[in-house]
């Protein structure tokens, strides 16, 4: 039976502006933000508190290893010490077992596992409240830096929002990309942030689905920061790699409305389910890429996309045969039950009338609020008031964020509530290793020499300094340690509570 | 400090709206229709300077 339990996580890389100096450099000014988090909490900010031991960017999930030799520099994810970049890579681990850090020239939020979407729904929101603590110490500084929860400047440039599963190594890549390739190319129609401006320069005037589909350029690939794929192929499993694969997909929208971000992580696990069970629909799309950036660039939803069997499916009845294939085989419990409940909401408004859905879906809601602007003001989708309304619905900030208003209002479902994306900033996730992370953070701290996802390092004692494996994102659980580590506070104590055993040496 | 953003400020310190708390209970009391009322408020949040800001918004590619 699929269920939508798995594994995941997201990761937010937040556009970033210092109001009246365009010219400041955004490395600096991404360092300044994650710092600015991390001072006043007491957590350490540094590239070498990252264990990076188990990094492996330039591995491919289709067996092989590209050449450093022929890698962009962009694709590395850790710069030598000696890169005049590297004075900006802060690098922290917060309490709720997440990282926020400096990707390339914007500071990113990567959220803690977590088991179901609709944890994921909170520690990904809290992620934005952390990115709002920065720019709140940073505005009584001489330069504040705003942020921003979107994909593009529509000037060329795009950043990511990605998302993380963990899935069965077991499963054949390929049957993975054919499995996932119709539904990613039509997903955006759930989940997409909308877009003022078609092209990567925004070179046509007008609006689209998703903010990221005109920045893809190929089907499969390794490569996140130029030629975008699909399916990204980085084989980087953070565990133990014989027995899981994480997937990273980098064609999500980042989206502010929890609707569209549970049903994004919710549809996309039970997919991963059927792929895993060998019960994925059996389509294939003669040309993926065309298709989706006409998927996105057509608001009618009725675009007809051509198959390689001659035959032609709308982006709907493409999410309408994952939809019935999911439903068909899922489990009934309640967190399935509930994205499938979403996930036809979502399928039966688009069908019916897709502004039904502006309490719900970012590029619907967005949509709504620029075609009202347009007939008030007499406008066309030119209008740079148009643009600042697709940037500023992203700003983090209650009091200017325009999705923030309309949530406010009412007019945005809301399935958490403020108190319990607060508690998430600062609470780690129970059910995976995220909660031994935490600990390590937070009562731990002073003997912490690095971490990772997948490692902790220790100085602790008599044991010399440690690097304790946790290759197993399901243990490091709180149902596991808590009774285990009550009244330990030492790294050592913490040690020899998980039953590590001191190598002596034999001296007869 | 910007003047864009000075400008902002001294708009809501004098006498602008005050914060709208968040609904108790969202569900089943979604408003979809009547954005009109909303623009108003959100007009009093844009950034003044669309142009500018616009203009200003570069970033460098990422992920």
């Known amino acids: ?508 | 400090m910007s003047s864009q953003e000075q400008v902002q400020k001294d708009h809501s310190a004098g006498g602008g709206e005050p914060p709208v708390d968040p609904p108790e209970a969202v569900q089943g009391q979604i408003n979809t229709q009547n954005v009109d009322s909303i623009l108003d408020e959100i007009d009093g949040v844009l950034e003044t300077n669309a142009e500018e800001f616009v203009r200003n918004f570069v970033q460098k590619g990422g992920q």
């Open chain 1, 1 to 508: 039976m699929l269920s939508v339990h798995r594994v995941m996580g997201s990761e937010t890389e937040f556009g970033l502006s210092q109001p009246g100096n365009p010219r400041a450099n955004p490395m600096r000014d991404s360092a300044r933000v994650v710092d600015a988090y991390a001072g006043p909490r007491g957590l350490r900010s540094s590239q070498n508190f990252w264990d990076f031991a188990t990094e492996s960017p330039l591995a491919d999930a289709r067996g092989f290893f590209m050449n450093i030799a022929d890698a962009d520099s962009s694709q590395l994810t850790h710069v030598p010490a000696e890169d005049v970049e590297a004075q900006y890579l802060a690098n922290v681990v917060t309490e709720n077992g997440a990282r926020y850090y400096v990707d390339h020239a914007h500071p990113e939020y990567s959220s803690p596992e977590v088991l179901t979407p609709r944890d994921l729904v909170a520690y990904d929101r809290a992620g934005d409240l952390v990115a709002l603590a920065s720019v709140r110490a940073l505005e009584k500084s001489g330069e504040p830096v705003n942020l921003y929860k979107n994909n593009t400047d529509s000037k060329g440039s795009s950043y990511g929002t990605h998302e993380n599963y963990l899935v069965d190594r077991g499963v054949d890549f390929d049957d993975i990309v054919a499995g996932l390739i119709p539904f990613f190319v039509t997903r955006q129609i759930l989940c997409g942030s909308g877009r003022v401006g078609i092209g990567r320069e925004g070179e046509s005037a007008g609006f689209q689905i998703s903010s990221r589909a005109d920045f893809f350029e190929a089907e499969v690939g390794l490569e996140t920061t130029l030629r975008r794929p699909i399916v990204n192929t980085r084989d980087e499993p953070h565990a133990d790699p014989a027995k899981y694969r994480r997937l990273h997909v980098i064609i999500g929208d980042a989206t502010m409305a929890e609707p569209a971000t549970l049903v994004r992580f919710g549809s996309t696990s039970l997919v991963l389910g059927l792929i895993e069970a060998g019960l994925a629909p059996r389509l294939e799309l003669a040309d993926p890429l065309q298709a989706l950036w006409d998927v996105s660039h057509d608001l009618d939803l009725a675009a007809e996309l051509p198959l390689s069997d001659g035959s032609t499916m709308t982006a709907l009845q493409v999410q309408e045969a994952y939809y019935s294939a999911c439903a068909q085989h899922a489990g009934d419990d309640e967190d399935t039950a509930s994205v499938l409940a979403e996930w036809r909401r979502f399928l039966d408004g688009l069908a019916e009338d897709p502004r039904s859905l502006a309490d719900s879906i970012d590029w619907v809601a967005k949509w709504v609020l620029l075609e009202s602007y347009r007939e008030r003001e007499g406008i066309d989708w030119d209008h740079p008031k148009l643009a600042l309304v697709d940037v500023q619905y992203h700003d983090v900030r209650p009091e200017k964020g325009l999705f923030h208003k309309l949530e406010q209002a009412g007019r945005i479902r809301r399935l958490t509530t403020d108190a319990e994306v607060e508690a998430a900033v600062t609470a780690a996730p129970e059910g995976t290793r995220a909660y031994l992370r935490s600990l390590a953070i937070t009562r731990f701290s002073a003997d912490l020499v690095a971490a990772s996802w997948d490692s902790l390092v220790l100085n602790a004692g008599d044991f010399g300094v440690v690097r304790l494996p946790m290759s197993e994102p399901l243990k490091g659980t709180r149902a596991l340690l808590e009774d285990r580590l009550s009244g330990i506070e030492t790294s050592a104590g913490l040690l020899e509570a998980l039953g590590v055993d001191r190598l002596k040496t034999k001296n007869d």
